[in-house]
T-cell receptor
């Protein structure tokens, strides 16, 4: 069976500090991978998605970046965090099945920038 | 891009059926209707999806109208643990398979 891991679970960082959040998927090959952010009490905002190693698409302009160095590893980074980067960050994976694309989410990382 | 409309919140008594509506009047012929839910402080969880026919699994039933412009998610016997935000989504096949999560319906199951 497939599992998705995210770490850390919670993170408190000062403004201007760097960020690295990691997501890994087990039990599948060549998944689509996604990073979402959720502000408190709000819906999910798609940040990045990837259909393969080294292939990253960005949905919104921001000071965040994503990388996919390995097939089942997806990393979210920032060189300098802003207060507005606080939120709940979710990684998800899916199979490439066209309109029938079910996404499976990780447990999330709660980031607080102070 | 098809979009969905859901009521912001609903209440349901424990043990009763919870019926969550969703409008998706601009859905295209090859787009599926998906339902996810998000329990507080957790990642969203897939519930069910369908194209034209009604679907049922161990978690819920999905009723899609004949014109496919709306659907209803049914939790047959709601429990307190079903309190969550429920998202109705129409899958987008636009390369990269982007799924848009709106605000959803916040379901409160009360004892």
């Amino acid at each position: 069976s497939q599992t998705i891991h995210q770490w850390p679970a919670t993170l408190v960082q000062p403004v201007g500090s760097p960020l690295s959040l990691e997501c890994t998927v087990e039990g599948t090959s060549n998944p689509n991978l996604y990073w979402y952010r959720q502000a408190a009490g709000r819906g999910l905002q798609l940040l990045f998605y990837s259909v393969g190693i080294g292939q990253i698409s960005s949905e919104v302009p921001q000071n965040l970046s994503a990388s996919r160095p390995q097939d089942r590893q997806f990393i979210l980074s920032s060189k300098k965090l802003l207060l507005s980067d606080s939120g709940f960050y979710l990684c998800a994976w899916s199979f490439d099945l066209g309109p029938q694309e079910t996404q499976y989410f990780g447990p999330g990382t709660r980031l607080l920038v102070l | 891009d098809a979009k969905t409309t859901q009521p912001p919140s609903m209440d349901c008594a424990e043990g009763r059926a919870a019926n969550l509506p969703c409008n998706h009047s601009t859905i295209s012929g090859n787009e599926y209707v998906y339902w996810y839910r998000q329990i507080h402080s957790q990642g969203p969880q897939y519930i069910i999806h369908g194209l034209k026919n009604n679907e049922t699994n161990e978690m819920a039933s999905l009723i899609i109208t004949e014109d496919r412009k709306s659907s209803t998610l049914i939790l047959p016997h709601a429990t307190l643990r079903d309190t969550a935000v429920y998202y109705c989504i129409v899958s987008l096949n636009t390369g990269g398979f982007k799924t848009i999560f709106g605000a959803g319906t916040r379901l409160f199951v009360k004892a």
